[in-house]
T-cell receptor, first 116, second 113 residues
Framework: DAGVIQSPRHEVTEMGQEVTLRCKPI?????LFWYRQTMMRGLELLIY????????DSGMPEDRFSAKMPNASFSTLKIQPSEPRDSAVYFC??????????????FGPGTRLLVL | AQSVSQHNHHVILSEAASLELGCNYS??????LFWYVQYPGQHLQLLLK??????LVKGIKGFEAEFIKSKFSFNLRKPSVQWSDTAEYFC???????????FGKGTTLSVSS
């Protein structure tokens, strides 16, 4: 299996620009998570989907952030407009809720975002 | 709200030394517990996990962890570290399948050869 695929791996942009991060989950997985990693706050959930439906978006910082999952094999996280404080590593993870209460999240390589 | 505490921010060891990284969580109910490792410049990889059963779980690369319910702890251990174990280690929990992981702040392990 190819694992969780994220693109781009690195993104450098200027403040005010729109940024789109992409994620392809592991085939067959029904959960998809977006996390953000910063030095100050560590790893935090932004949003997650189950069967393409957003379940919890309480971690999305503000209206500048939006996420979609149009189908089971693709999700996007968009920041518009971007700000320097959005600089972080954004991870996508996917999982399959198999046995009751047994589920493991597998992480992608992350997108390292730098907003100048 | 759930939270995870990792007591050691940075641990420095020589090769062949034994390792124990502490992890405590706050949640009153049943939890799933995980340790992930992040090698420099790489993504998070699962080291081991605990759902139920034997509280001593073994993972990849010779790591193990013990779940002590009475202490709300899930400490990671390795009897003899190698230089290649240099990485950041994250403890994580969730209360049920299909929910977000709550991560600790991470522990950076530096192993000198």
């Amino acid at each position: 299996d190819a694992g969780v695929i994220q693109s781009p791996r690195h993104e450098v942009t200027e403040m005010g620009q729109e940024v789109t991060l992409r994620c392809k989950p592991i085939s067959g997985h029904d959960y998809l998570f977006w996390y953000r990693q910063t030095m100050m706050r560590g790893l935090e959930l932004l949003i997650y989907f189950n069967n393409n439906v957003p379940i919890d978006d309480s971690g999305m910082p503000e209206d500048r952030f939006s996420a979609k999952m149009p189908n089971a094999s693709f999700s996007t996280l968009k920041i518009q407009p971007s700000e320097p404080r959005d600089s972080a590593v954004y991870f996508c993870a996917s999982s399959l809720a198999g046995k009751p209460n047994q589920e493991t999240q597998y992480f992608g390589p992350g997108t390292r975002l730098l907003v100048l | 709200a759930q939270s995870v505490s990792q007591h050691n921010h940075h641990v420095i060891l020589s090769e062949a030394a034994s390792l124990e990284l502490g992890c405590n969580y706050s949640y009153g109910g049943t939890v799933n517990l995980f340790w992930y490792v992040q090698y420099p410049g790489q993504h998070l990889q699962l080291l081991l996990k605990y759902f139920s059963g034997d509280p001593l779980v073994k993972g990849i690369k010779g790591f193990e962890a013990e779940f002590i319910k009475s202490k709300f702890s899930f400490n990671l251990r390795k009897p003899s570290v190698q230089w290649s174990d240099t990485a950041e280690y994250f403890c994580a929990v969730n209360a049920q399948a299909g929910t977000a992981l709550i991560f600790g702040k991470g522990t950076t392990l530096s192993v000198s050869s």
